[in-house]
Structure formats: C-alpha cells, structure tokens
C-alpha cells in the first residue's frame, strides 16, 4: 500500500547529494579526527553570531517569563522587525522601502515558499540561471510548478539571449541569485536592466505578470565591494528575498524576509497574499526570538574580513593544484570546473584525500565541482596537498 | 494584470473572521480601555511560560557567542530534542515510541503542512469532523487536497455513520482534532476505536492508505482527567501531531512535532519524506531555540488549574445569561449555542457589549459561537453582565 506520492517518492530516490556528502563527512571525521577532514560541503556558517546577538539574547531572556513573551503576533511579523528590516532593505536597495512592503518569513526558503504559494498557478514556469540552487525546483514544485534552468554563459554571466528564448506563456517569474551560490558571481546592472526589459517585453506580449524574484541572502557577503544593483529599483514586479542565516551566523533560527517593490502597482494586495500564505503554510509566523534578535541587531553581521582571507587561500590551493575556477565575487562557495569530464569521479578522489566536495550535477552543472569555505583558514590551507594528490590521481 | 492566482485571490476577499474580530478589539480596547473589553477572540495563551523555560533561555543566551549556537542541524530535528519528545510522545501515547519516529516541526501547522505535502495527490480527500479548525482546510488545499467536514453529533461526538458514509476511493486521511477546537470535546476510546475499524475496511475495500491525523496540540488541556486514547496505537496508519504553543505559552516560537506510529509497516518511507518535506517547503528545520528549550522542558507546563477554574467562570457566566452549551472537557474554548439563529446577529450583540466572539460559521458550524478563555478569571467574571444584556437585545 502506497504510504507517499509517486512524487515524493521519486525524490527520496535521489536524495540530496550534498547530504549523502554530509553523512561520509561524519564517517571520515570519527575515523581520522575533525581536523584532518578538509569539509567543504555544507555552507553552514562556522563563524560566531556577532557579540550584539548575546546582548539581545540576554535582554530576552530577562523577560521570559512575562505573558506574551512568545505570543503570536501579526501573521506578517513584529512591528518592530519589520520596522528594523524596513531600514536594511532601505539601505541594501538604495531606495525607501516601507514596512508595509515586508513580510518577515521563515528564512530565505520559508519566503520563496509563501510567494510561490501565492503566484504560482499549476504549469506556470520558473526560468532560474543554471547551475543554480537545487531547491529552488522544489520550492516551485510544491505548489505544480516547473523549474527551468537556463544555461549562464562560461563567465557565469547571465545569457540575456537564451533567458528571451526561454521565455513562454507560461513564464511567471524568472529567480535570479546574486551574489550566487554556487558560483560567487554578482550581476551587473547592464545583466539585470537586461533581464528586466525582456520581462517588460513579454509581459505586454503574453498579458500577464511575469516577476522578479531576487534571491539576496549573500547579499553582504560582497568581497571586492562591487555593485549589487537593486532589481526593486529596476523592476517594478520584483521582489527581494533576504536571511540573516549568513550575516548573523543563524541558520538553524529561520529568519528572512521577503520585499515587494514599492513600484509595483497595488503592491497591497500581492503583500495581503504573502501574509496569508506565510500563515496557511504553517508558518503562522517567523519565529519570535529570531525577529525580536534582529529587530535589535539588524544592522550588524560578522566579520566580512575573515571570509575574504579564506577566499583568497583557496584560490591559492586551487591555483596550486593547477584546477581551473572564476574568482567568485561573493557568497562563500567556488565553482571551479573538474579535471574529469565526469566530476564525479574527481569528487570520489578528493574524499580519498579527505576532502568533502558537491558534484555540479547537484546544481544543473556536470563537469563542475562545489566548495563552500565555512571553515577555517588553517583548514583550507591544511587541504592543499590532498588537493594537489587528488588532481594528480585522475590526470 | 493579475498579481495573484484565483485561488489565493479568492481566499484574500473571505478573510479571516478571526482576524477582523482581532482588529475590532484593537479598536474597543484603545477606546474603553483593554480592561473594559472582554476578549474571547483568539487562541493566544496568556499565561507566562513556566519559570524552566527562562532557565533554558539563560543557558543558550551564555553560549550565544559560540560558533554554532544557531547553527543547521539534521532537518528532522536536532538529537536532544527528538530524544526529548520520544519521552513525552511516549508517556502520552502510552506506547514506546522511539526518536526515529519523530520529527521536530515548525508548531502543529507545519507538521500538518509537512505530512499532506508527503501524501497528498490532487483531488484527494481528508475528512473532517464539523465544527472544526478552519485552516485544516487551507493546509490541504495547498496541495491540491480537498477537506471534506461531516457535521459531528449534536453532543459534538463522532458521527460514525456519516464518516462511513462520506469515505471513498479519494479518501486519503480522516482529521481528528482531540481534545477539540473549537468544542472542546475529547473522543472516546470507543469512538476511535470503530473510526479505525471502518478506515480498515476502506483500505481493503479501495486499496489505499487512509491516514489518520491526531491533531493534539491541547492534550495537556484534559480537565476532567478522562482518558484522551492512543490513535497511535488504536491505529497503525496514524500520525500524532503535537506542539508547545499551548502547553509552554510558545505560541510565537513555532514548535511542535509529528509522530508516526511505531506499528505502520515501513514508517521508515514516510519518516523519510516528512524530513524532506519539512526541508523543501521552506521549514529546513523547527526553529533551533525552540528545540533547545523543549529539549530540556518537554516535561513541564504551565498551571493546568488557572484553565480550569477559567472555565469553570465562563460556564457560570453563560448559565446566568440563558445561553445553552455543552461544557468543554479540554482545550481553551466554548462553542455555545446563539440564542439567533444567525450566530452573526449575536456576535454583533456581544460586540456591542464589548464581547468579542467568533462566529460558528467560521468553523463550518453556523448558530454556534467561539469563546476562548485565554483571558484572566476576572475578565471572564467581569463580563458576565454583558452577556446577559447582548442575549437579552436578541431575545
């Protein structure tokens, strides 16, 4: 007797392989001690949450054991969080963005849930750059609708020519990711002001609204100070999606939000819906704690510093090993390309020298590989022979 | 051009009665003063968290600055918490039922969302008895599910033979919601056992499985300590959904837990799914201070008897006003008769007074009432004059 959906069953056939990575991970540290497993392939944030996070910790705790301390609140979240993301988001996109136009959400996830919920009619397209975030075709998939990758140029820069292509009747939003995981890279604002115009162009040509969804949770992760231009600002049917899982090392906590354009006409009733759907999802609200935390530490993050140091000593390690790769601008991952046509099996000899490493299969893109440098410097620059060893094994 | 789907546009023009209720006593409170207003509206406890809860609170905030304090985890819940809940899930239900059971959710509402998200194909049914908890409704609709209410017995019991009745080949899970919101009602072993019986008989007659879902997040609430029976172990098709926002005054937290039978035949597939469901529709994991804190005060509560006497109150109020109910043995609400038969003339009435209620129709069951006596015993005394006056003016 079928305990599942055909669907979900299918899923669980092809369980995540970043997971799989995650459980040998285990196995190699009890065998041969942590540091001497060189794991890139979780983007699990090892620094500490900034000291400000303790404070407001504290403060919290003095008063929990008062009524309320944990009470519900509006489904779109506390007055004050979405008060202190109002001015992040002003900052962030350089243009006012009230706290009428926020949703505090679940995280980053809990937020592409609640808009897909609200938008997506079943069939309706998802275009996203590829490689890309494999969840994204999940999230779209809850709720009957399609992921569409669209191969980036070599650069990983947007192909304005086959985003046109891909385009249909069909197409209701298009899910840009900048600064990109798993590539780093950070579009320009000609890549974006490209994307929008073609959106503009279809939406008169098909009658219906096609958005913008801007997946930001990198956005402060942004190592050489480039522009991260606003698509709130360029796009009138876009929306930004953010989480302080990276900026505030609080991933398990589940905080983000979702922000509307103030230049989308009749904003209300789209920001009505998400309101909703974050409620009818299940998430009834973004965890309390999380919200009053950042109600107080919005503006703070952790030290940028330190994963830019890590970031150049793995360029090195990599140079080293004479394994090719693009500089990746921001976020905490490099995307180089595999010695082996099948990365896979470039992936098998890493873990022979202990180093923990995602297939690009897993992200729309054979042939490469991914590593995430939550970790210590010491430890990426401790992983440069086994780096050089392992190239070595499949040339 | 349209923002949203039919569907979401459709559920934003029938908004919640509960919530505009909400707004109205924002109103009547700034006018005559929160004491003044009798607030019978919403279920948010009002009851500080018990003092363990600010222990807890304590020793996260001291490791607050370490590297992982609200790090990711394993998406079915960090280890101590699932030990945790396995001792309570275990004591409750009367039956072992160990950690791999068990997964850690984003409250009552996101296991729901979780589980149908795992068994739900489009166009199946989940039958529930009415009156019931109008965003059961919404939970299966987000997959493309559609609940089925079958009006309960006059007593509020279980009517056997219309769940008989409406059961069929699209029927994939009977809800049932004990002790009961809004009635208060708690089935008995008698009743539970002959649904079972019947869902036995349909899976043979229809091929599938038929689940049950054991909506328990009010099981501490028992007041008359009457036995609240395993579904668990009545049933080996049943999960057990259960959260802290009652129990902890955790409302805003957002935690809770799915437990599936220790008697379903390979409950390793669907304990499987539910960890990639609650991943992939955003949850990724319950909250991490939340799971910290039930890890260590999954055995406590707060004061069982404050309910008590708070319903005790309110059956005094209504009994002097000539307003007819049946008293509720668990849960914070009653759901009396309106003495009109539309509920809707009452509630304004009751308004009018300075009572907020909510209408019956906003739980499939019009001419009743809800009233939730999340509120002080003298609030409730207080109100007693105004129920009378509000039943005397539609009279």
């Given at each position: 007797?079928?305990?599942?959906?055909?669907?979900?069953?299918?899923?669980?056939?092809?369980?995540?392989?970043?997971?799989?990575?995650?459980?040998?991970?285990?196995?190699?540290?009890?065998?041969?001690?942590?540091?001497?497993?060189?794991?890139?392939?979780?983007g699990?944030p090892?620094?500490?949450?900034?000291?400000?996070?303790?404070?407001?910790?504290?403060?919290?705790?003095?008063?929990?054991?008062?009524?309320?301390?944990?009470?519900?609140?509006?489904?779109?979240?506390?007055?004050?969080?979405?008060?202190?993301?109002?001015?992040l988001v002003?900052?962030e996109?350089?243009?006012?963005?009230?706290?009428?136009?926020?949703?505090?959400t679940c995280g980053a996830a809990g937020g592409i849930?609640?808009?897909?919920?609200?938008?997506?009619?079943?069939?309706?397209?998802?275009?996203?750059?590829?490689?890309?975030f494999?969840e994204y075709?999940?999230?779209?998939?809850?709720?009957?609708?399609?992921?569409?990758?669209?191969?980036?140029?070599?650069?990983?820069?947007?192909?304005?020519?086959?985003?046109?292509?891909?385009?249909?009747?069909?197409?209701?939003?298009?899910i840009l990711n900048s600064p990109n995981n798993p590539?780093g890279?950070i579009?320009?604002?000609?890549?974006?002001?490209?994307?929008?115009?073609?959106?503009?162009?279809?939406?008169?040509?098909?009658?219906?609204?096609?958005?913008?969804v801007a997946d930001e949770p990198y956005r402060f992760l942004n190592?050489?100070?480039?522009?991260i231009?606003?698509?709130?600002?360029?796009?009138?049917?876009?929306?930004a999606i953010g989480s302080f899982s990276k900026s505030l090392s609080l991933p398990?906590?589940r905080i983000g939000y979702i922000a509307?354009?103030?230049?989308?006409?009749?904003?209300?009733?789209?920001?009505?819906?998400?309101?909703?759907?974050?409620?009818?999802?299940?998430?009834?609200?973004?965890?309390?704690?999380?919200?009053?935390?950042?109600?107080?530490?919005?503006?703070?993050q952790?030290?940028?510093?330190?994963?830019?140091?890590?970031?150049?000593?793995?360029?090195?390690?990599?140079?080293?090993?004479?394994?090719?790769?693009?500089?990746?601008?921001g976020a905490f991952y490099?995307?180089?390309?595999?010695?082996?046509?099948?990365?896979?099996?470039?992936?098998?000899?890493?873990?022979?020298?202990?180093?923990?490493?995602?297939?690009?299969?897993?992200?729309?893109?054979?042939?490469?590989?991914?590593?995430?440098?939550?970790?210590?410097?010491?430890?990426?620059?401790?992983?440069?022979?086994?780096?050089?060893?392992?190239?070595?094994?499949?040339?």
């Amino acid at each position: 007797m079928h305990l599942l959906t055909d669907e979900v069953k299918g899923f669980l056939s092809n369980s995540s392989m970043i997971r799989r990575m995650f459980e040998a991970g285990i196995e190699l540290k009890k065998q041969y001690g942590a540091e001497n497993v060189y794991d890139f392939s979780l983007g699990n944030p090892d620094l500490p949450p900034p000291p400000e996070i303790k404070a407001a910790m504290q403060e919290l705790t003095d008063v929990s054991d008062q009524p309320f301390a944990f009470g519900y609140m509006p489904n779109a979240g506390e007055v004050s969080a979405r008060a202190a993301l109002a001015k992040l988001v002003s900052k962030e996109q350089n243009m006012p963005v009230p706290p009428e136009n926020i949703i505090v959400t679940c995280g980053a996830a809990g937020g592409i849930n609640a808009f897909f919920r609200a938008v997506l009619n079943r069939g309706d397209e998802v275009i996203c750059p590829a490689p890309y975030f494999v969840e994204y075709g999940f999230y779209a998939g809850n709720f009957g609708g399609i992921l569409k990758p669209v191969p980036a140029r070599k650069d990983f820069s947007l192909d304005i020519d086959a985003l046109s292509a891909a385009i249909n009747a069909n197409t209701r939003a298009v899910i840009l990711n900048s600064p990109n995981n798993p590539t780093g890279k950070i579009y320009t604002r000609s890549e974006l002001a490209a994307v929008a115009e073609l959106l503009r162009d279809a939406r008169r040509k098909f009658g219906r609204m096609i958005y913008i969804v801007a997946d930001e949770p990198y956005r402060f992760l942004n190592f050489d100070r480039v522009e991260i231009p606003s698509l709130l600002d360029l796009y009138d049917g876009s929306v930004a999606i953010g989480s302080f899982s990276k900026s505030l090392s609080l991933p398990g906590e589940r905080i983000g939000y979702i922000a509307v354009s103030p230049k989308l006409d009749n904003s209300g009733e789209l920001l009505g819906a998400l309101t909703l759907t974050n409620r009818i999802l299940g998430f009834v609200n973004a965890p309390v704690v999380a919200q009053k935390l950042i109600a107080k530490c919005w503006d703070c993050q952790v030290d940028l510093d330190i994963y830019r140091r890590r970031r150049d000593a793995m360029a090195k390690v990599l140079t080293d090993a004479g394994i090719k790769f693009i500089m990746p601008q921001g976020a905490f991952y490099f995307f180089p390309e595999s010695p082996t046509a099948d990365e896979k099996i470039f992936v098998q000899a890493l873990l022979k020298e202990r180093v923990l490493a995602v297939p690009g299969s897993g992200f729309g893109a054979p042939g490469y590989f991914r590593l995430a440098f939550c970790v210590s410097e010491k430890n990426i620059c401790d992983s440069a022979e086994s780096f050089k060893l392992a190239a070595a094994a499949v040339r």
